[in-house]
């Protein structure tokens, strides 16, 4: 696939412009940004890569736009936190499609430092009368 | 116990998601069971070692009162529902997932049939 490559800012900055554009793999553990995005969390070629992630760089030492493992987090903290609708988007998208294979229950975990408002956002979809599927809330004891 | 075919017909009968049915035994002595949804026709895992798969469920007020295979009760259901012989078995537990982000992915632009750079545009 894209003859072994792993995609380039240049591949969407002319398309994607001015708005940022974060492009998570489906694994979660690496991203595209496009340089809207880079730019906005502050990422350039003097940024050090945190523990454990890194901001890929070219061969002139300037960012490809890829970034992996807790590299995204940079990116990720930027993002504006979620209208109570697109949370609860989110949630009903997530619950269909694992009602759809037959899960009735899910143990829930967060995916990264950025993600503290699952337990909020588990019991926003249960005061609106959302939940069909059950749920154990696995919630990082500093975001209870 | 003893089953006739007359039992198995008047299952037939209301195969089709019958409203307000009721089954009768064939016995005189059947037991009566009230349920808000009665499940017909299923193959329905019970998880009990060499016993065959049961054929008959009741729910009520969202409860499984009765799994079995109908046999000297008389049920009286507000719905019926035949499950044509599908299998049915508790739900499955995913044990690690992460919940919120995937829906995010769901609610997002989906790459995975771009073969080429320039395809999601």
Known sequence: MWEGKLPHKDWIDKQTADPPVFVIRLDGHMALANSAALKLAGINAATISPSGGEIMLDAAGQPTGILKGNALNLVLQVIPKPSDEEVLQAFELAQNHALSLGLTKVHAVTANPTETSMLDDFRLAHRRGKMKIRVLVYTPIEHW | ?121
Do not use: C
């Open chain 2, 1 to 121: 116990m003893k089953i006739t075919a007359a039992f198995f017909i008047v299952l037939s009968l209301i195969a089709n998601s019958a409203k307000s049915e009721t089954i009768n035994s064939p016995s005189g002595t059947a037991s009566e069971l009230v349920a808000d949804i009665l499940y017909v026709n299923g193959g329905i895992w019970t998880g009990i070692k060499g016993v065959a798969d049961a054929s008959v469920m009741a729910v009520t007020d969202g409860v499984i009162t009765y799994v079995g295979d109908g046999k000297g009760l008389n049920f009286t259901a507000s719905e019926t529902v035949s499950l044509d012989g599908h299998f049915i078995m508790p739900g499955f537990i995913d044990n690690h997932v992460h919940f919120f982000e995937g829906g995010y992915g769901l609610a997002s632009v989906d790459l995975r049939n771009a073969h080429q750079p320039t395809d999601g545009f």
